[in-house]
């Protein structure tokens, strides 16, 4: 679940990605040599532009167990052996190859061939070279097939760094089954930089690098085991739901689909989350599906406009078996394609007003401490000693005051001016003023007074002094309470990346931190006054403890609703279900606004007997990303979008044409 009131719109399109996103390959290793090596890399302004190096893997260790060679070969024409698979047991073998040229050198008398599964080195003696051929004149990333032999180096001569290292194979016969042009866009070498930009436009070349190959291979491991464990295990039913539905009141901003009907349309679904419930109805009790889902935002690092998710609903449940399902499913599919050693212990509990008070966010990276502290309650009794500034902020509606100590903060902040910028440039990120303080822990006795006079320097100081030693940091900010924890929250992540950026030595704790977040308000307040909109969705069910506020004091109700988190993403959501007609008709219409007829179809369905129900769905392109330690979503996605859903390969999304205006009754405006 985002929490994202009190955020501009810069924020949260480019900020949060501060919070979840890995863009040091420091908190992907978790080990100091990975902390030193991101010194070599490019620095964060490069990474920011796409101009980054793959960082290294933080779990999946980068390639998937090896296809028995036998399998990959099957039903193929052009190759015998993948090239990959040949070692000193195949020496004296015949043997047929294709892939992609992806070197060469001394007049084309030596070349590496790669195919999806490895690379091989090709021998041309000149004995058997044939003038056809023209090696000479065979541009890279052309793809070739070959016959030869298989033979052991020359002494002296193997690569250990490659798999095949110990042999070659020296060429008999040759064919060209496609020449590439001499100037290509990408260059498929290793070290070798790309922009962002170029990896989007000439995605079919970005795909050759092994980097993307592992990864996408994994997800497919990765979905074939949840499948498997659902399927076989749990007797679960994969069931197709329709992607072409009717807007969903309540819900993100939806893609419209023009019908040949005027003035009716379609909607791309944002989940299956009504089918799903409806399937509870009609009996399919124990359900999942791998969903394409779309909803019209802006693409950024960890979200796209189309994304995968797996969808699990089951009846007759609750909130506990919903989560020891998952726990089950995903510690499963973890020990069988990342980590065997995975510890055997259930996830934390964490509840989400503790969550907000100690980490400003509902997923928090719990690998590090550097808690929030909050120091209001030592300057309450003098607020009115505080200054104009601070004393109306911390006065007004759910006004706090908290700070943060970053241990050794002095080795990323060295000086007043670089933690002055740091402070102005956070500010900047929220639409609502606040106070936002910063300064290093001196050696002597006096502390900076943070503009305030004597008596309130001292309050502060009381609380934190004892939990802070020179050459510390400190961090300090007042404003609504939300607002200020969600700053600091952003803050404490900046630190954690900047220590280890700057001393080379890890902040965070060896992973993976799975930890289930609990217990959210099912209602926050709308954009309009005295207007309520869901937390999560309209058809979570209130909380038990709770039900007796539903419709008294909704803003205090808690949610049956639960998030998955890993090392700071939001890897998996659910909730509970509403399965009550008349409770579900009125929070539409009372509490929501919403006009149950947009609905009808689900409260006559729960009106024919609807069991409990509940579920769950895995962001999967997340999952993946966290696994890999990848820096975006991107990196795990075949064909991602890029920002403002813009598609640079194909020029999607493109003018419709009169022909389709036509057909769909649509009149375009003209182009500002």
């Known amino acids: 679940m985002l929490l994202r009131r009190g955020f501009s719109r810069f924020a949260r399109d480019r900020g949060t990605t501060t919070v979840i996103g890995f863009r040091n390959p420091a908190r992907c290793a978790g080990t100091e040599a990975a902390v030193k090596s991101d010194s070599k890399n490019v620095d964060q302004k490069k990474r920011e532009r796409g101009q980054f190096e793959v960082p290294p893997p933080k779990y999946f260790a980068g390639a998937v167990k090896p296809l028995d060679p036998k399998v990959t070969n099957l039903y193929v024409f052009h190759r015998t052996h993948n090239c990959g698979e040949l070692r000193k047991t195949h020496l004296g073998q015949q043997v047929t190859l294709s892939g992609w040229v992806q070197f060469h050198r001394v007049k084309a008398k030596f070349m590496v061939l790669r195919d999806s599964y490895g690379s091989v080195q090709l021998i041309f003696s000149e004995e058997k070279v044939k003038p056809e051929w023209d090696i000479e004149n065979i541009s890279l990333e052309s793809v070739i097939q070959v016959q030869g032999t298989v033979l052991c180096r020359p002494e002296g001569q193997q690569n250990p760094n490659m798999p095949t290292g110990d042999i070659e194979v020296e060429v008999e016969d040759f064919e060209l089954l496609s020449k590439a042009k001499s100037e290509l866009p990408i260059t498929v070498r290793e070290q070798v930089k790309i922009t962002e930009l170029n990896r989007m436009t000439y995605r079919y070349m970005d795909l050759r690098f092994p980097e993307m190959q592992s990864r996408l291979r994994f997800r497919s491991t990765i979905l074939s085991e949840m499948r498997k464990f659902l399927g076989e295990k749990c007797g679960f039913v994969e069931v197709e739901t329709p992607t072409l539905f009717k807007r969903t009141p309540g819900g993100a901003q939806e893609f419209i689909v023009p019908s040949r ?9 944002q989940s299956p989350q009504q089918f799903k419930q409806l399937l509870m109805v009609g009996g399919i009790d124990r359900y999942f599906q791998v969903a394409r889902c779309y909803r019209d935002e802006s693409a950024r690092p960890d979200r796209q406009l189309e994304f995968t998710q797996l969808d ?32 055997a212990h259930r996830f934390p509990v964490l509840k989400y007003d503790n969550v907000l008070n100690d980490y400003g966010t509902d997923k928090p990276d719990t690998r590090f401490d550097m808690k ?13 000693s505080c200054s104009p500034t601070l004393r109306s902020i911390l006065t ?46 001196p050696d002597c006795s006096s502390w900076p007074n943070l503009g305030e006079n004597e008596q309130v320097a001292n309050a502060i100081r009381s609380k934190l002094g004892p939990l802070s030693n020179p050459g510390d940091v400190i961090l300090i900010a007042a404003g609504p309470k939300f607002e200020a924890l969600s700053l600091l929250g952003r803050l404490r992540v900046i630190a954690a990346d900047e220590l280890e950026k700057a001393t080379g030595v890890a902040v965070r704790c060896q992973g993976p931190n799975f930890l289930w977040i609990v217990d959210f308000p099912l209602f926050e307040s709308g954009e309009e006054p005295d207007t309520l909109k869901p937390t999560h969705h309209p058809f979570t069910q209130p909380h038990p403890e709770d039900a007796h506020l539903l419709f008294t004091d909704p803003l205090k109700v808690r949610g049956q609703h639960y998030d998955l988190v890993l090392d700071g993403w939001e890897i998996a959501g659910g909730s509970v279900r ?29 009106d024919s007997g609807c069991p409990p129900h509940a579920g769950i769905a895995f962001g999967i392109d997340r999952l993946i990303a966290v696994a890999c330690g990848a820096p975006s979503i991107r990196d795990v996605i075949a064909f991602p979008k890029a920002a403002g859903g813009r598609d640079p390969m194909s020029g999607a999304p493109v003018d419709m044409t009169k022909e389709d205006q036509l057909l769909y009754h649509i009149n375009c405006l003209p182009k500002d």
């Open 578 to 606: 509403i399965h009550n007609s008349s409770i579900q008709r009125r929070v539409l219409g009372e509490l929501l606004k919403i006009k149950p007829h947009s609905l009808h179809h689900m409260l006559e369905a729960f």
């Open 396 to 441: 007004a509606k759910d006004g706090t005051l908290a700070a943060i100590v970053v241990p050794k903060g002095q080795n990323a902040w060295p000086s007043k001016s670089s933690l002055a910028k740091l402070v102005k440039d956070q500010l900047q990120l929220f639409s609502i003023p606040l106070w936002l303080k910063g300064f290093q822990v």
């Open 312 to 343: 699990i609903e089951l009846s007759f449940t609750n909130q506990q078996g919903v989560m020891d399902l998952a726990e089950d499913l995903i510690s499963q599919c973890w020990r069988l394609t990342v980590q065997p050693d995975l510890p």
């Open 261 to 269: 009907m005027p003035g009716k349309c379609y909607t791309l679904v």
């Open 372 to 384: 929030i502290k909050n120091i209001f309650e030592v300057i309450k009794l003098i607020v009115d």
